[in-house]
Structures are given as structure tokens and as C-alpha cells.
Antibody
Framework: QVQLQESGPGLVKPSQTLSLTCTVSGGSISSGSYYWSWIRQPAGKGLEWIGRIYTSGSTNYNPSLKSRVTISVDTSKNQFSLKLSSVTAADTAVYYC????????????WGQGTLVTVSS | QSALTQPASVSGSPGQSITISCTGTSSDVGGYNYVSWYQQHPGKAPKLMIYDVSNRPSGVSNRFSGSKSGNTASLTISGLQAEDEADYYCSSYTSSSVFGGGTKLTVL
């Protein structure tokens, strides 16, 4: 059974960079069948896809966030990571990592989510 | 990219059927058979309910079904049960990925 677990600071100051890591267990992140995505959800609001990475390192980002987002992968640790720069209060949200089927772009396994608050 | 359009809320009585619509454009819903649906209970991570428009993952009740016509996808839940009360989100591929705004299902 694949499991994903987000980790990182729960509080980030405005203008700084938000950094999160997703650790995958129960399966190899190097499997060629999947992408690995980040998705966020502000309190009381809907889901917003942030971006995805393939194990080759190729990435695809939400156009509205592209200038501030970097997603990377560390296959040796079975992890992938998110960096979001120049954060504001609008970036306060629960951040989820998810497994993403490479041929159909659906998210079949999700982490439990981690709340990141942007505040001074 | 704009979020897909879903009704803010729907409701139904136990045993009834409801349908949630998800409207996009020819660049997303209408252009690909890559529509998926997710159920989210309060405080929980979303759960995949339908993928590739109409396919159910193993373990998902056959009371859940999906379809698509043109730029609009639909999720139908038949035989409503109390446990179906949740938020539902659609998602589509569009050279990236996009979600709908979400629909709150209330079981009366």
C-alpha cells in the first residue's frame, strides 16, 4: 500500500520561501507509471493543483504559480519536494502531495496534508 | 487557467439519486477523457472516486458513476446514503491539471 507523508515548517514569514517534502513509502518513486504532484487547499476553499514532477526531473506547473514554484525529486530518498517563493498570506493552506497517474492525470494516493500558515 | 464550474451545493434524501455537474471548455473537459472525481470529508484528504470520466477504482461503490457530454462532466450518486455527505471535486487535464470549485453534498 503506497503511503505519502508531507513534512516541513508549519509557519513561514511573508516574502520567504515555503519548503515542503513528501516521503513516499510502500512503492518506488522511480516507477515510470506515475507523476508526483502537489495540491493545496486554503481553509474553507477548493483544491488548487500546484504542479507535478516525473522521476526524470521533468516538471509541469500551474501557470498562475509557475514563476514562484520549484518541484524537485530525490529518488535515493524516495522523496519529492516543493518550494514556493515570495509567499504571502494568500499562500496559507493545507498542502497535499499526491501520486499522479502519468497517462491519465488522476490522483490516486494522497498524503494526509500539512497546514502551512504565512504570518509574521 | 480557470477553475472548472461546479454547483456550490446539491442535496438529496437517502435512497435518492443526485448528479453533480462539472463544466469546462474544449481545452480541458471537452478535449480529453481525463476527468476525475474526488470525495472529501471534513478534515480529511480527498479520495479518488472516478477516473478517466467513468471508471471506478477498486473499492469504490458502484453507486458512483461518471459521464461526459461535450464540455460538461457529471458525477451521479445513486441510492444516497448518509456517509455520502461530503464535498466533491472534479478535475481535468488541460496541458496541466485543473480542479472544479467543489460541490457540497447534503444528505437530508
Amino acid at each position: 500500500q503506497v503511503q505519502l507523508q508531507e513534512s516541513g515548517p508549519g509557519l513561514v514569514k511573508p516574502s520567504q520561501t515555503l519548503s515542503l517534502t513528501c516521503t513516499v513509502s510502500g512503492g518506488s518513486i522511480s516507477s515510470g507509471s506515475y507523476y508526483w504532484s502537489w495540491i493545496r487547499q486554503p481553509a474553507g476553499k477548493g483544491l488548487e493543483w500546484i504542479g507535478r514532477i516525473y522521476t526524470s526531473g521533468s516538471t509541469n506547473y500551474n501557470p498562475s504559480l509557475k514563476s514562484r514554484v520549484t518541484i524537485s525529486v530525490d529518488t535515493s530518498k524516495n522523496q519529492f519536494s516543493l518550494k514556493l517563493s515570495s509567499v504571502t498570506a494568500a499562500d496559507t493552506a493545507v498542502y497535499y502531495c499526491a501520486r499522479d497517474w502519468a497517462k491519465s492525470y488522476y490522483f490516486d494516493y494522497w498524503g494526509q496534508g500539512t497546514l502551512v500558515t504565512v504570518s509574521s | 487557467q480557470s477553475a472548472l464550474t461546479q454547483p456550490a451545493s446539491v442535496s438529496g434524501s437517502p435512497g435518492q439519486s443526485i448528479t453533480i455537474s462539472c463544466t469546462g471548455t474544449s481545452s480541458d473537459v471537452g478535449g480529453y477523457n481525463y476527468v476525475s472525481w474526488y470525495q472529501q470529508h471534513p478534515g480529511k484528504a480527498p479520495k479518488l472516486m472516478i477516473y478517466d470520466v467513468s471508471n471506478r477504482p477498486s473499492g469504490v461503490s458502484n453507486r458512483f458513476s461518471g459521464s461526459k457530454s461535450g464540455n460538461t462532466a457529471s458525477l451521479t450518486i445513486s441510492g444516497l446514503q448518509a456517509e455520502d455527505e461530503a464535498d466533491y471535486y472534479c478535475s481535468s487535464y488541460t496541458s496541466s491539471s485543473v480542479f472544479g470549485g467543489g460541490t457540497k453534498l447534503t444528505v437530508l
